[in-house]
């Protein structure tokens, strides 16, 4: 308890970060740049697919044995056998992505509305700061592999500590962005809502919360990445179904082309989620000036 | 140390006399061993425009800063009557809000929006109403951070070098501006500037600030718009560079 939570805080690795630098005025600007933020995001295909073919080749050339790294070929034609045909082991990938996506949406909502909830209380009150903070970034370095067992003797091996684990992969990110985006606004800001006579309620609602956007949704970022990995580890309980069962099963049969199109499903998830954080970013963030020409 | 004495500015509270908005008495304040206001008194009457100048440090935006009630350590007396506005150095727009939200941030009135839209146009930005505030050049963002002000009806105006950033030209402007809202509005104002110039082309009392306390005080009758090289402002311009430790000869 009697650990100094600013220098916690200061020293995280995510606070500060510029990672929010995605072209932001999309749309709002006149016709002559509507359209760069839409190449933009066709042209970030190409080094991923690029390094596909690259694979490829390396594969049908024998220069990458097929027995080390699965040729993109065949991972591709196990996804379509896993897609069209029911599987005794395994059922269908999509059906497996229904699940994981049920549980990854109930861990990650929660995970990121109680990080927001917790760092509002935080970032505006010193003494919810001294009596909470410590336990959050105490917790916060806790392995989420470690905590299974536990979770297992605490809540069972049903949905229950699949979703919390998820919960936990998301909140800490997002927790500690959030908080420090709070802090992080500009003090003369909340000078010029003094002389102005705002209320309390309006300088959090008009300065502060606004102000800590930008870094949220760094954290809501790197939120989606950790509660992702964080579904790996929670699917490992007793699960019969879901991406992170299909890895674990298919890892127990020596099945790699399955670990594989699961690793890529994976991939594009991690993908697909940051699009839609960027486009959010740049729907809530349009007053920023765009520097990224 | 000074005690801790602050008096409220509740303008009911403490009695001003006729025709005054704001008064100091005894103002002290000190950063660590520095005293930096020591025992200041100032009077400033209604509708009238102070300027204050003085060498950077010599504590007038801390004055500023305590008559706008953001400064909670000084000591003293301190009251106004009436609303206070402030325009900063640096507008402090607040950037995720639009131009004219801006200005009727924290207005309480029925419609701020209508009255924000007056005032936008006054300064001549109605057109900008919508804009972003990054989005402005650093003339806009000061009439607007005025607009923001007057809006408010203020009954001292305080401006704490809101020209400084500004390149000539656009600071010229900001002069007129700045002096046709005074003469519509009749708010009393402070000026804080390091600009002799300045506070001899805008004020009617321009005050030197030195050793935390009004060294040197000048009345200027002179009509506005002021000739910069008009002959008794010529006389008056040596006596402050004088008086700010700027030899005679440096300042020509």
Same mark, same amino acid.
């Given at each position: 308890m009697?650990?100094?939570?600013?220098?916690a805080?200061? =020293?995280t690795?995510?606070a500060?970060?510029?990672a929010a630098r995605a072209?932001v005025s999309?749309?709002?600007?006149?016709?002559?740049?509507r359209?760069?933020p839409?190449?933009g995001s066709w042209?970030r295909l190409?080094?991923?697919l690029v390094?596909?073919g690259?694979?490829?080749l390396?594969?049908?050339?024998?220069v990458l044995p097929?027995k080390?790294?699965?040729?993109?070929a065949? *991972?591709?034609?196990?996804?379509?056998?896993?897609?069209?045909?029911?599987?005794p082991?395994?059922g269908?990938?999509?059906s497996?992505?229904l699940v994981s996506?049920? $549980?990854?949406?109930?861990?990650?909502?929660?995970?990121?509305v109680?990080?927001?909830l917790?760092?509002?209380?935080?970032?505006l009150s010193?003494?919810?700061?001294?009596?909470?903070?410590?336990?959050v970034?105490? %917790?916060?370095?806790v392995?989420l592999l470690?905590?299974?067992p536990?979770?297992?003797?605490?809540?069972?091996?049903?949905?229950l500590?699949k979703?919390?684990?998820?919960?936990?992969?998301a909140f800490?990110?997002m927790?500690?962005n959030?908080?420090?985006?709070?802090?992080g606004v500009d003090p003369?800001?909340g000078?010029?809502?003094q002389?102005?006579?705002?209320s309390?309620?309006?300088?959090?609602?008009?300065?502060?919360?606004?102000?800590?956007?930008?870094?949220?949704?760094t954290g809501?970022?790197?939120s989606v990445?950790?509660s %992702?990995l964080a579904l790996v580890?929670g699917?490992?309980?007793?699960?019969?179904?879901g991406?992170?069962f299909?890895i &674990?099963?298919?890892?127990?049969f020596?099945e790699n082309n *399955?670990?594989m199109v699961?690793l890529?499903?994976?991939a594009i998830?991690?993908l697909?989620?940051?699009?839609?954080?960027r486009l959010?970013?740049?729907k809530?963030?349009v007053w920023r000036r765009?520097?990224? $020409? | 140390?000074?005690?801790r004495?602050r008096?409220?500015s509740?303008?009911?509270a403490? #009695?001003?006399?006729?025709g005054? &908005?704001?008064?100091?008495r005894g103002l002290r304040?000190s950063f660590g061993d520095?005293l930096?206001?020591?025992g200041?008194?100032?009077?400033?009457? !209604?509708g009238?425009?102070v300027?204050?100048?003085?060498?950077?440090g010599?504590?007038k935006?801390?004055?500023?800063?305590?008559l706008?009630?953001l400064?909670?350590?000084?000591?003293?007396s301190?009251?106004v009557s =009436?609303?206070?506005?402030?325009a900063f150095q640096e507008p402090?727009?607040?950037p995720?809000k639009r131009v004219l939200a801006?200005?009727?941030l =924290?207005?309480r009135?029925?419609s701020?929006?209508?009255v924000a839209?007056?005032?936008?146009?006054?300064?001549?930005?109605?057109e900008h109403a919508?804009?972003w505030?990054l989005?402005?050049?650093g003339g806009e963002a000061q009439?607007a951070?005025?607009a923001?002000?007057?809006?408010?009806?203020?009954s001292?105006?305080?401006l704490?070098? #809101?020209?400084?950033?500004?390149?000539?030209?656009t600071r010229?402007?900001?002069?007129?501006?700045?002096?046709?809202?005074w003469e519509?509005?009749?708010?009393?104002?402070l000026?804080?500037?390091?600009d002799?110039?300045?506070?001899l082309?805008?004020?009617d009392?321009v005050?030197?600030?030195?050793d935390?306390?009004?060294a040197?005080?000048? !009345?200027?009758s002179?009509?506005r718009?002021?000739?910069r090289?008009?002959p008794s402002?010529?006389?008056?311009?040596?006596?402050?560079?004088?008086?700010?430790?700027?030899?005679?000869?440096?300042? *020509?």
């Amino acid at each position: 308890m009697s650990a100094p939570p600013h220098t916690a805080v200061a =020293g995280t690795p995510v606070a500060g970060t510029p990672a929010a630098r995605a072209p932001v005025s999309a749309g709002k600007d006149p016709g002559r740049y509507r359209w760069r933020p839409l190449r933009g995001s066709w042209l970030r295909l190409i080094s991923p697919l690029v390094l596909i073919g690259v694979w490829q080749l390396l594969s049908s050339t024998g220069v990458l044995p097929a027995k080390k790294l699965v040729p993109p070929a065949t *991972i591709a034609h196990t996804a379509y056998n896993l897609v069209v045909t029911t599987s005794p082991t395994y059922g269908t990938l999509q059906s497996s992505l229904l699940v994981s996506a049920e $549980r990854w949406g109930i861990g990650f909502g929660l995970g990121v509305v109680l990080a927001v909830l917790l760092a509002i209380v935080t970032g505006l009150s010193r003494i919810a700061e001294t009596a909470l903070d410590p336990i959050v970034q105490a %917790l916060r370095g806790v392995p989420l592999l470690g905590v299974l067992p536990l979770f297992i003797i605490w809540f069972g091996i049903g949905e229950l500590p699949k979703d919390l684990i998820v919960l936990l992969g998301a909140f800490f990110p997002m927790y500690v962005n959030t908080f420090a985006g709070i802090r992080g606004v500009d003090p003369k800001l909340g000078e010029l809502g003094q002389v102005l006579g705002l209320s309390r309620r309006e300088l959090v609602t008009d300065i502060v919360l606004p102000g800590a956007c930008r870094q949220a949704l760094t954290g809501l970022r790197l939120s989606v990445v950790a509660s %992702l990995l964080a579904l790996v580890v929670g699917e490992q309980i007793n699960a019969n179904a879901g991406l992170g069962f299909m890895i &674990t099963t298919a890892q127990e049969f020596l099945e790699n082309n *399955i670990i594989m199109v699961c690793l890529i499903v994976y991939a594009i998830l991690g993908l697909t989620a940051d699009a839609l954080v960027r486009l959010l970013e740049r729907k809530t963030l349009v007053w920023r000036r765009d520097f990224v $020409r | 140390m000074a005690p801790r004495l602050r008096e409220v500015s509740a303008p009911a509270a403490v #009695p001003l006399p006729p025709g005054v &908005t704001a008064s100091v008495r005894g103002l002290r304040r000190s950063f660590g061993d520095r005293l930096v206001l020591d025992g200041l008194d100032l009077d400033i009457r !209604s509708g009238e425009f102070v300027a204050m100048i003085g060498r950077s440090g010599s504590g007038k935006s801390t004055l500023l800063r305590a008559l706008a009630g953001l400064d909670r350590e000084v000591s003293g007396s301190l009251a106004v009557s =009436g609303p206070v506005a402030v325009a900063f150095q640096e507008p402090r727009l607040v950037p995720w809000k639009r131009v004219l939200a801006n200005v009727a941030l =924290g207005l309480r009135d029925p419609s701020p929006s209508q009255v924000a839209a007056v005032a936008l146009a006054e300064v001549g930005l109605s057109e900008h109403a919508a804009a972003w505030p990054l989005t402005l050049s650093g003339g806009e963002a000061q009439r607007a951070s005025l607009a923001r002000a007057l809006v408010r009806s203020p009954s001292l105006l305080l401006l704490d070098e #809101p020209f400084s950033a500004l390149d000539a030209l656009t600071r010229i402007s900001m002069h007129r501006l700045v002096l046709s809202l005074w003469e519509r509005h009749r708010p009393a104002v402070l000026l804080v500037t390091h600009d002799v110039d300045e506070a001899l082309a805008l004020a009617d009392r321009v005050l030197v600030l030195g050793d935390g306390k009004i060294a040197h005080s000048a !009345s200027i009758s002179l009509p506005r718009p002021r000739h910069r090289d008009h002959p008794s402002l010529m006389a008056l311009r040596l006596e402050l560079l004088t008086e700010l430790g700027v030899s005679a000869a440096a300042a *020509i």
